[in-house]
């Protein structure tokens, strides 16, 4: 299962302690909203992605996503 999710920043989704743009467990710090949607994810599928596979979840920031966007553009005209 996938589970994509948009937010504010570290007061919704949360936030990286490693300053990379992205991060994991343990430089993951969750919001409150992973929280609330890991549990109704939970409701359906009748397990906590958060407690079973918590190394799966990864945050990306959007200054991550913008970059990478812009390098992904910029390899696209290149190839033209």
Known sequence: MIVVLSGEGPSDLGSCDNEQG???????????????????????????????????????SKQELVRAIQHLRENRKACR
């Open 22 to 60: 992205w991060c994991r467990q343990p430089e993951f710090r969750q919001g409150p909203m992973i929280c609330f949607v890991d549990k109704e994810v939970e409701q359906s599928i009748g397990y906590s992605l958060l407690d079973i596979t918590p190394e799966r979840y990864i945050f990306v």
